[in-house]
């Protein structure tokens, strides 16, 4: 095991991050999914191009030494090769931002009314979750903290620093709206194999829209560093079956 | 971005997304469907049909786009006004006929556009008794039996997307509510049925302790809003 986890091979249980890991965890939803394209898309021309200055740089320096040309040429400039090397590049970049904020913009973009709204409140170093749609006072009837599992209670198979008593349950395949705000410093509410960052300000309610694609475990970590416990104050994410989640939100309490 | 609701969305201009009537005339109108379909189909399938018809829908009635910037109070006489409404192709229509003459403003700049819409599709209903796609307050209180569905047992239900609000920032979207709540019941009296779905919406979207604190701040006469 040991050995698998220095050839980056490990597969971890869940949706969480893993030893060593480089590249993105898997989408769990379509911005997520269209972040990890993007990524991709952009890297393949990043290598195309990696290579070939890399293959401009060496060739130059192997066929110009002092060797071979004792007398170096006194060139300073040349107006063809730096408009050629100026445009170029501003080109591919157009190219790499149209793809790019048409991704930025659909992810703002609220396509269509939610079904759920569930709030999520940071805290100096928790997290309290409201569901508020099943109330009909001011009175709360489902919210909850959620703490991090400290080491000395985790069990077997739990993740270090990622596991928490409560997690947050939520449908899969249903439109969702997280309203993430603070009470007390900024934090930040971050899953990502959701492809959701959203910051939690004090005072401001910042929404964010997520519609998970399968049911599974999801964990993610306080993005924003909000003091001494900023590691111990982490996101679970359950997504169940509108079935599961119905009986969860009757059987709260 | 792969899914099938976010490229439907793709195909609408710039100019039909801000077109807030339109938008919310949809919103209202393709509710019932969404409803009525929830109980058989996964969720995710009803989102796309629903943004499908929304497209048709919204280029059917795109001249009426400009929009109206009124107060509440003001919308809430307003309501009778759509006896002259053209016979166009969609009920929708009607609705925003009545919001045209008072056209002052760019769609963007909306304040308190929502209410009207609201408050003018019972009117609506009435003046076409013909139609068989029912106002949003209808379709809400049909939806309190309906949308209990087998799947999930519990009432799905929740603030819909409002387009004065189309930010990430949604603190006002929150404050709007509880505001129009408090001056819906001070209008209306306390209790009034028409005010229960500002405070859904409210409650849903605000943290209980923004409401605690505002619930206090109007006990003692200082709460900053407009009551
Ligand atoms: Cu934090």
Known sequence: MIVHEWLFLTIAPCDAAEPWQLGFQDAATPMMQGITDLHHDIFFFLILILV?????????????????????QRIVHGTTIEILRTILPSIILMFIAIPSFALLYSMDEVVVDPAITIKAIGHQWYRTYEYSDYNSSDEQS???????????????GQSRLLEVDNRVVLPANTHLRMIVTSADVPHSWAVPSSGVKCHAVPGRSNQTSISVQREGVYYGQCSRFCGTNHASMPIVVEAVSMKDYGSWVQNFE | MAAGGDQEEKTLTLAQQWALKEIEEQAAKTEPPVQATEDVKPANSDSVEVVAEKTEEISATEEAIPATEEAIPATEEATPATEEAPPTAEEATPATEEALPTAEETPPAIVDSNPVTEEA?????DA?????????????????????SEESGIKIETAPADFRFPTTNQTRHCFTRYVEYHRCTAAKGEGASECDKFAKYYRALCPGEWVDRWNEQRENGTFPGPL
């Open chain 2, 121 to 125: 599709t019972p009117a609506t209903e």
């Open chain 1, 142 to 156: 489902l919210t909850f903290d959620s703490y991090m599992i400290t080491e000395d209670d985790l069990e077997l």
């Open chain 2, 128 to 148: 076409t008794p013909a139609v068989e796609e029912v106002s949003e307050d209808a379709s809400e209180e049909r939806s309190g039996e309906e949308v209990v």
């Open chain 1, 52 to 72: 070939f200055v890399l293959w401009m740089l060496v060739r130059a320096l192997w066929h110009f030494d002092y060797k071979k040309h004792p007398i170096p």
